[in-house]
């Protein structure tokens, strides 16, 4: 018997998805649980409708992600900091300071999380950070830390 899993089955599959169980297992415990419903025309055209639907939305992210990495590329955002003797700076320049300046030069929010740095900037200079806007998707900019 082919059923529309309603919610994640261990043994069987993950929600939405399309399975083939015998007879007996879809009617003693997946109906009268309401983890599964048969498989008729209504129930598979809406997992169809579903699937090209999460499709979309991927296709828009991933454009989305593409025009902010188009964005991010190149860009230098430079960074005022107070600093000691010897240009080393009174604690360091963060992913979240550099989260806020992008997001003040470009106009959309840029997660700190997805910045990744080489290591602790505790110095005036230039540096290469790399920005993970999506997976596969990746921005490179350079930070100038100023007084």
Known sequence: MKVVLKQDVKSIGKKDELHEVSDGYARNYLLPRGLAVA????????????????????AEELANAQALAKKLNGQIVAIKAKAGQGGRLFGSVTSKDIAAALTQKVGEPVDKRK????????????????VKVYPKVTAKLTVKVEE
């Open 115 to 130: 910045i990744v740095l080489d290591g602790d900037i505790k110095n005036f200079g230039s540096y290469e950070v790399e």
């Open 39 to 58: 498989a008729d025309a209504a129930a598979v055209n809406e997992v169809r409708t579903k699937a090209a639907a999460s499709e979309h939305h991927a």
